[in-house]
């Protein structure tokens, strides 16, 4: 079981706001390392959607924000796409393990 | 274009071994660390194993420790992943994985580019 927690799955209608938790403690999200999100669409490989918390690589739209605060993280889908149905991960690094680790994941469906 | 292309995956029985093989392109491959990463069907995704920019530090994750070996080869640009006393829970998909950590901040690295994946298959 993975020290960060993701609700299982969100759904929102189409042009609606949805928002996604990640739940961590002390010794990661608390302890100031930052937060990466990734998004990985049905049948392929994972990508990166945000990093350092809240910044978006090139070509990832600003539909997509991120923001952390305590021990935990938030990503953000405003606009809500059909296209953006998926499973979205964060990660961070715990240093009671001693490494990165990602979260359980979560499954957004577009009505 | 940064490419990371695996191979090796297929159908072993328990027990057996199997090596996996990343190609690296369009980037210096000896100035980033690299990571395997995997997904068993219908699960999340698990870091399995890392090895630093030079070969020189190593991870591995305690589900793997001691069946598995992760290696590189700067010259030929290919990171190699050797798998032994392969269980049925290690059945997923490999995804290699260049990681970037940013002005020296090793804590905050993550993972900027995937492979496409391979899959490996623990079965009688």
């Known amino acids: 079981q993975s020290v960060l927690t993701q609700p299982p799955s969100v759904s929102g209608a189409p042009g609606q706001r949805v928002t996604i938790s990640c739940t961590g403690s002390s010794s990661n999200i608390g302890a100031g390392y930052d937060v990466h999100w990734y998004q990985q669409l049905p049948g392929t490989a994972p990508k990166l959607l945000i990093y350092g918390n809240s910044n978006r690589p090139s070509g990832v739209p600003d539909r997509f924000s991120g923001s952390k605060s305590a021990t935990s993280a938030s990503l953000a889908i405003t606009g809500l796409q059909a296209e953006d149905e998926a499973d979205y991960y964060c990660?961070?690094?715990?240093?009671?393990?001693?490494?990165?680790?990602f979260g359980t994941g979560t499954k957004v469906t577009v009505l | 274009e940064v490419q990371l292309v695996e191979s090796g995956g297929g159908l072993v029985q328990p027990g057996g071994s199997l090596r996996l093989s990343c190609a690296a392109s369009?980037?210096?491959?000896?100035?980033?660390?690299m990571h395997w990463v995997r997904q068993a069907p219908g699960k999340g995704l698990e870091y399995v194993s890392a090895i630093s920019s030079n070969g020189g530090s190593t991870y591995y994750a305690n589900s793997v420790k001691g069946r598995f070996t992760i290696s590189r080869d700067n010259s030929k640009n290919t990171l190699d992943l050797q798998m032994g006393s392969l269980r049925a829970e290690d059945m997923a998909v490999y995804y290699c994985?260049?990681?970037?950590?940013?002005?020296?901040?090793?804590?905050?690295?993550?993972?900027?580019?995937w492979g496409q994946g391979t899959l490996v298959t623990v079965s009688s």
């Open positions: 990660q961070s690094y715990d240093s009671s393990l001693t490494h990165y680790v």
């Open positions: 994985a260049r990681f970037l950590i940013r002005f020296g901040d090793v804590e905050g690295g993550f993972v900027d580019y």
């Open positions: 369009g980037f210096t491959f000896s100035s980033y660390a």
